[in-house]
T-cell receptor, first 110, second 114 residues
Framework: TQLLEQSPQFLSIQEGENLTVYCNSSSVFSSLQWYRQEPGEGPVLLVTVVTGGEVKKLKRLTFQFGDARKDSSLHITAAQPGDTGLYLCACGGATNKLIFGTGTLLAVQP | SQTIHQWPATLVQPVGSPLSLECTVEGTSNPNLYWYRQAAGRGLQLLFYSVGIGQISSEVPQNLSASRPQDRQFILSSKKLLLSDSGFYLC?????????????FGSGTRLTVV
């Protein structure tokens, strides 16, 4: 079973700061997704990356897929309180199921 | 457009009582369906998934079972709840055959076993 480790587990920052969260595995991903989850809600898909070295941007969020497709990062520029939530990476493959990472809980203080 | 409904939103049940959580999807046919459980502030643990009516795959041995009596209906059940069954349960769907399109999640059920 592929395990996805995310770091850091918890992150508390001030509004306007930048941050990066990481998702790592010992195995190669066929694709990698990032989700954000707000308290009491289900996760919402942010992005899917497929190609090694791929970089995708979603407003202030930048997602990168490692060249070897074993790791990914999410960088947030000028964080805002609305970015607060649990960030989850997930990997899928030939099977019909996604395996989720351990999660990074982000709190952005105003 | 596709929508997913999950209920109830919260549930408090005594130990030893039965459980039935329901999830339905609208606007698509033959979806893949999933049940996950989540500990507070942590990642999701896949419990069951289904690629069709009556087809259930169990990921972890546990006190729970799942059924898919109709194409777009997925039910999570237990005959006798344990304290350790407490958690946040999430239903999700995806298009069949691939995961790259991502999952769409329901809003979850907060289960507290007392």
């Amino acid at each position: 079973t592929q395990l996805l480790e995310q770091s850091p587990q918890f992150l508390s920052i001030q509004e306007g700061e930048n941050l990066t969260v990481y998702c790592n595995s010992s195995s190669v991903f066929s694709s990698l997704q990032w989700y954000r989850q707000e308290p009491g809600e289900g996760p919402v898909l942010l992005v899917t990356v497929v190609t090694g070295g791929e970089v995708k941007k979603l407003k202030r969020l930048t997602f990168q897929f490692g060249d070897a497709r074993k790791d990914s990062s999410l960088h947030i520029t000028a964080a805002q309180p609305g970015d607060t939530g649990l960030y989850l990476c997930a990997c899928g493959g030939a099977t019909n199921k996604l395996i989720f990472g351990t999660g990074t809980l982000l709190a952005v203080q105003p | 457009s596709q929508t997913i409904h999950q209920w109830p939103a919260t549930l408090v049940q005594p130990v030893g009582s039965p459980l039935s959580l329901e999830c339905t999807v609208e606007g698509t046919s033959n979806p893949n369906l999933y049940w996950y459980r989540q500990a507070a502030g942590r990642g999701l643990q896949l419990l069951f998934y289904s690629v069709g009516i009556g087809q259930i795959s169990s990921e972890v041995p546990q006190n729970l079972s799942a059924s898919r009596p109709q194409d777009r209906q997925f039910i999570l059940s237990s005959k006798k709840l344990l304290l350790s069954d407490s958690g946040f349960y999430l239903c999700a769907w995806s298009f069949p055959g691939a995961t790259r399109g991502g999952y769409t999640f329901g809003s979850g059920t907060r289960l507290t076993v007392v």
